[in-house]
């Protein structure tokens, strides 16, 4: 493992941090980032935590015309004890890799953005907020810089980390949300990128969920490019169903983004004793267990909303109600366990939580 | 119409033009820039032209995270007359605004940018090269720039206009290509943005491209996501082929780019009344046609390389030539008409070509 210096340039002035009580996802951004270089023929160079920054960019750099980049999403959590806890940080930068590999994209070295991320934490560890259902939510995301118009991997790139406080994904907290099964657009492709955290997965699906949302729908489901028959996820999050004491999630088929939240509901069923399956489900078979009313509970999951019910879905001119438009017991107990480990406040029997110490980073070179 | 004034404000320095002789694609950018803004509540506002320059950024722009942005490419070319011609340019602007609605970003007004682009062209005209076989590219881009990390249309973008002098595409001229016929990736499923001009389908592709060049070959050959059987585009081109005297071309159906050099080819060939047809084709049949040595001619075209004749592919471990692997005397007719005609050299009876008058945009508030 190399061992990387990374310089930390604090800022000379602080914002005024919002109240956090009342933080919309994603709108405030904490005094500082991580900036780490690549350039082809050089490899990764200069990792430094700089004063949080606009970005200054060629308008012929590649992101903006041939949007090469990945990102990820995690969470940092405030324990009662005033403890710093990451949840499974390891399996987004592992992630951010195979997204790396599919974008062409250089691999980033897992440890250093590990570091870094933990250092920055650190360094912004006031905007780490402590009411009920809020924490710092964190995105890496990868750029490409270089200025050139042709089609073809840049030879450059920024890997940056950014944090931002965060309330609830969803404002009224965990209430099930109706959602329309998507028929004219897909999602991704088996070939394509969906199973890579890319930008454009992201900016195909928003005329689905535009047109969801004006028929009253908040998320749409995704179905299978192939056949228009397999559910593949809801929004942007994997989707469980329990069906007669079962609980069944689309099998990871290379359309389907491999999220850290829903491997950890499928260990906690396990732990539980709780059956749970990984397999092709289609619409018909879904349309039919809410007939038969062996339907018993659906919902989203991932990072940010972390358990999304769901109470309603529309299906070929039918509205169909899941467990009578309520959340589910099953859904309730996973949101709040899950929780409750991010948390620190329930135990952690699969050693999920990661603690960020206050001397993280002693060894490197500090610039102040 | 909306009256625009186009601000325009000129570099007060003067970057070193490059040698016209040998230019690479995409590398050089003129002295100048035009931008407008858009901001949700107010539209579009702002248009300026202004020296060329890095765009200031928030890290948490949404284009570097979900990828909301469209692209345009077109040329300008110098004539003998020292008149500039653009070739199609409403062309382009509407099949912008076609992306942009695929792609939830608002609508831009195509007489702005059409009159933007032409006064543009005019602050930089001695950038427009006159060597053979040169131009000016023009790339029309629009980005997201509303720092926001919930994955929702964003409430603020640029429309960015930049210009670069540009050799041919292909180094070596117009030499037929070695193809690869991909069978794992895909470029795009109907449901999808393949028939939006977005970043996300250049991302996608890279892989199968690094995959292609490590094999030997310049450009894969891309199949339908449904049944990985019917032919759809070639690298970023679509794609023709001459069986047996007559012209085919895939149907447009939703993931296939409507390429402006497509349609040109389409109207010149029925202007000569050679037989031409858009219709499903697929891999068995060119595989079939060449086996019967009917398969006499197979081209890409696109904006960058015009045409781009297609030596030999390859498909189930058969390397298969395509007319001795030479440029065929149609695809020579089609480049030497088109080009001609992009450059007034040719009788132009389509009404293709608009000329950059000089005084354009004298309407126009200039502040020198």
């Known amino acids: 493992m190399t061992e990387y210096k990374i310089e930390i340039n604090l800022s000379s002035s602080r914002k005024q941090k919002p109240s956090f009580d009342s933080l919309e996802f994603g709108k405030n951004f904490t005094d500082h980032m991580f900036i780490v270089d690549y350039t082809r023929g050089i490899g990764w160079h200069d990792p430094r935590i700089v004063p949080y920054q606009p970005l200054t960019l ?3 750099c590649m992101v903006f015309h041939y949007g090469q980049t990945v990102f990820e999403g995690l969470k940092a959590y405030l324990t009662q004890e005033e403890e710093v806890l990451l949840f499974r940080p390891e399996k987004n930068m592992e992630r951010l890799n195979r997204s790396n590999d599919r974008l062409c994209i ?3 070295d897992e440890d250093l953005a590990l570091s870094a991320l933990k250092q920055l934490i650190n360094v912004d560890r006031e905007w780490i907020p402590n009411a009920p259902g809020t924490s710092l939510y964190i995105r890496p995301f990868v750029i490409a810089t270089e200025p050139y118009l042709g089609v073809a991997p840049s030879g450059r790139y920024k890997f940056i980390i950014i944090l931002s406080p965060v309330g609830a994904y969803y404002k009224e907290g965990i209430n099930p949300v109706k959602i329309a099964v998507e028929r004219q657009y897909v999602r991704a492709a088996i070939g394509g990128t ?9 900016a195909g699906s928003l005329k689905a969920q535009e ?7 908040s998320q749409v489901l995704w179905l299978d490019s192939k056949e228009n028959h397999y559910i593949e996820e809801v929004g942007s999050m994997n ?8 609980v069944v999630t689309p099998a990871l088929n290379g359309s389907i983004l491999e999220g850290v939240t829903r491997d950890s509901i499928i260990q906690l069923l396990k732990h539980w ?4 399956t990984e397999r092709k489900i289609s619409i018909d078979e879904i349309y039919q267990a809410q007939k038969d009313g062996i339907l018993e509970e659906v919902f989203g999951t991932g990072t940010a909303a972390v358990i999304s019910p ?10 169909l109600v899941v467990n009578g438009g309520k959340t589910g017991e099953l859904s309730k107990k996973l949101y709040d366990t899950l929780t409750g480990i991010q948390l620190g406040t329930v135990p952690d ?13 002693s060894k490197y070179t500090h610039n102040r």
């Open 273 to 276: 004793n709780v059956p749970v």
């Open 194 to 202: 969906g199973n890579a955290k890319t930008a454009g997965n992201y």
């Open 211 to 217: 047109v969801a949302e004006k028929a009253g729908y």
């Open 310 to 319: 769901v109470g309603e879905f529309f299906w070929q001119n039918e509205k």
């Open 239 to 246: 989707i469980f169903f329990k069906i007669n004491g079962e």
């Open 58 to 60: 060629d308008p012929a």
């Open 349 to 361: 029997p699969f050693g999920w939580t990661v603690k960020v110490e206050q001397q993280e980073g």
């Open 106 to 108: 250089p691999q980033i």
